[in-house]
């Protein structure tokens, strides 16, 4: 006998898979190994939200209060008493640990150096030597400008998966052969038949140089994808061929691409862990960050779920831009500074139907704290 499934019930169906799955329209080959701390993670919906009035003063961040935070959102987001326990239940001696930055906002708002100290104090609490954490963006040429390789502490290793982004991104030097998204869609004027045009390449870092990821993310509107925070820094960070996503103002498809990347096994398994710097952020204009649509929200947010971070992440901006006089996000018409004539983050819920996190808010097992 013959059954139907819904759509939605098709969809978390086909997201397990390993090799050759349907994703969206989207054939995947990768496979890896699948463990606990897989995305969604150890705490699938548990986001815990921090924030410190005093964790940015003059525009600057303050190491005390961000360590505060830190320490704070570690232990509510795991249950444990110490420091060193909390980063236990995730990495262990000889795991070697990436740790993926976003400099697209930079100077106003990006990956800050107090925070990415704090991270990898915490991956040495857990046993991690330093020559094993990998700082990571995927642009060398974006993560020299922000001045990444400046702040990282002796041992400590950097890497990138190409020099420089150009507009059609289809060189796979820095990526893996063996590890890619399949997408009926292309850049206007290349061939569908083609594969490179057609592939999204996950970067060797991911599939070759490390074991384990943590995505030390951000929160900003962004005017295709709606927001970027936990998930769109892995879609758009860690594979190749990214613009065909988001080619022109109305050839829109990151409610598609998104999900299809970060489904990807070797993305979806190394990934154990998500912190979201949300000291500064952008409500509208993004990615990039005008100073006029930055704020200071003064909040970080931990989680394994990147669907539930990403959900929590977007009511944070619908409500900042609520306070401004400004439409939520998903209804917004384009202006000078967002172009595109629909934003996206119908994403986050399509990963959820996907099986990659909780979309449900009623299952969101939000934990707020404010220090002083």
Same mark, same amino acid.
């Given at each position: 006998?013959?059954?139907?499934?819904?759509?939605?019930?098709?969809?978390?169906?086909? &997201?397990?898979?390993?090799?050759?799955?349907?994703?969206?329209?989207?054939?995947?080959?990768?496979?890896?190994?699948?463990? !606990?701390?897989?995305? /969604?993670?150890?705490?699938?919906?548990?986001?815990?939200?921090?924030?410190?009035?005093?964790?940015?003063?003059?525009? %600057?961040?303050? &190491?005390?209060?961000? +360590?505060?935070?830190?320490?704070?959102?570690?232990?509510?987001?795991?249950?444990?008493?110490?420091?060193?326990?909390?980063?236990?239940?995730?990495?262990?001696?000889?795991?070697?640990?990436?740790?993926?930055?976003?400099?697209?906002?930079? /100077?106003?708002?990006?990956?800050?150096? +107090?925070?990415?100290?704090?991270?990898?104090?915490?991956? $040495?609490?857990?046993?991690?030597?330093?020559?094993?954490?990998?700082?990571?963006?995927?642009? +060398?040429?974006?993560? @020299?400008?922000?001045?990444?390789?400046?702040?990282?502490?002796?041992?400590?290793?950097?890497?990138?998966?190409?020099?420089?982004?150009?507009?059609?991104?289809?060189?796979?030097?820095?990526?893996? /052969?063996?590890?890619?998204?399949?997408?009926?869609?292309?850049?206007?004027? %290349?061939?569908?038949?083609?594969?490179?045009?057609?592939?999204?390449?996950?970067?060797?870092?991911?599939?070759?140089?490390?074991?384990? @990821?943590?995505?030390?993310?951000?929160?900003?509107?962004? =005017?295709?994808?709606?927001?970027?925070? &936990?998930?769109?820094?892995?879609?758009?960070?860690?594979?190749?061929?990214?613009?065909?996503?988001?080619?022109?103002?109305? @050839?829109?498809?990151?409610?598609?691409?998104?999900?299809?990347?970060?489904?990807?096994?070797?993305?979806?398994? $190394?990934?154990?862990?998500?912190?979201?710097?949300?000291?500064?952020?952008?409500?509208?204009?993004?990615?990039? &960050?005008?100073? =006029?649509?930055?704020?200071?929200?003064?909040?970080?947010?931990?989680?394994?779920?990147?669907?539930?971070?990403?959900?929590?992440?977007?009511?944070?901006?619908?409500? %900042?831009?609520?306070?401004?006089?400004?439409?939520?996000?998903?209804?917004?018409?384009?202006? !000078?500074?967002?172009?595109?004539?629909?934003?996206?983050?119908?994403?986050?819920?399509?990963?959820?139907?996907?099986?990659?996190?909780?979309?449900?808010?009623?299952?969101?097992?939000?934990?707020?704290?404010?220090?002083?």
């Amino acid at each position: 006998m013959k059954q139907h499934l819904k759509r939605r019930d098709w969809l978390t169906a086909t &997201a397990g898979a390993t090799a050759s799955s349907l994703a969206l329209g989207a054939q995947i080959s990768s496979k890896s190994d699948r463990s !606990k701390l897989a995305i /969604p993670g150890l705490f699938p919906g548990r986001v815990v939200q921090v924030e410190h009035p005093g964790s940015i003063i003059s525009g %600057q961040y303050q &190491a005390g209060p961000v +360590k505060e935070m830190m320490h704070r959102g570690m232990a509510e987001l795991t249950g444990t008493a110490g420091w060193p326990d909390a980063w236990k239940l995730f990495f262990e001696p000889g795991d070697v640990v990436g740790i993926k930055l976003n400099p697209v906002g930079r /100077p106003l708002c990006m990956s800050d150096p +107090k925070v990415l100290h704090e991270v990898i104090d915490g991956l $040495k609490s857990a046993g991690i030597k330093p020559q094993d954490i990998v700082v990571y963006d995927r642009y +060398k040429r974006e993560f @020299l400008d922000a001045g990444f390789d400046k702040w990282l502490p002796d041992g400590v290793r950097w890497t990138f998966a190409t020099d420089r982004t150009d507009s059609l991104q289809q060189n796979i030097e820095g990526y893996d /052969p063996d590890h890619f998204m399949d997408m009926a869609l292309v850049l206007p004027g %290349q061939d569908l038949s083609n594969p490179a045009a057609r592939r999204s390449y996950a970067a060797r870092f991911i599939t070759k140089d490390v074991n384990k @990821l943590i995505n030390l993310c951000l929160i900003k509107d962004h =005017q295709s994808a709606g927001v970027t925070i &936990a998930l769109k820094n892995l879609s758009h960070g860690l594979v190749n061929n990214v613009n065909r996503s988001h080619s022109t103002t109305t @050839l829109n498809a990151c409610g598609a691409f998104i999900p299809a990347s970060v489904s990807i096994p070797i993305i979806r398994d $190394k990934t154990v862990l998500n912190i979201c710097d949300g000291i500064k952020a952008v409500y509208h204009g993004g990615p990039f &960050a005008r100073p =006029q649509f930055v704020w200071e929200h003064k909040t970080m947010y931990f989680s394994t779920d990147p669907v539930a971070l990403d959900r929590i992440g977007w009511e944070a901006i619908d409500a %900042q831009r609520a306070l401004v006089g400004k439409k939520p996000l998903a209804e917004d018409l384009p202006d !000078k500074f967002s172009t595109f004539i629909r934003r996206q983050p119908e994403h986050v819920e399509i990963c959820g139907a996907m099986g990659l996190g909780i979309w449900d808010k009623k299952k969101i097992d939000l934990r707020k704290f404010t220090l002083s």
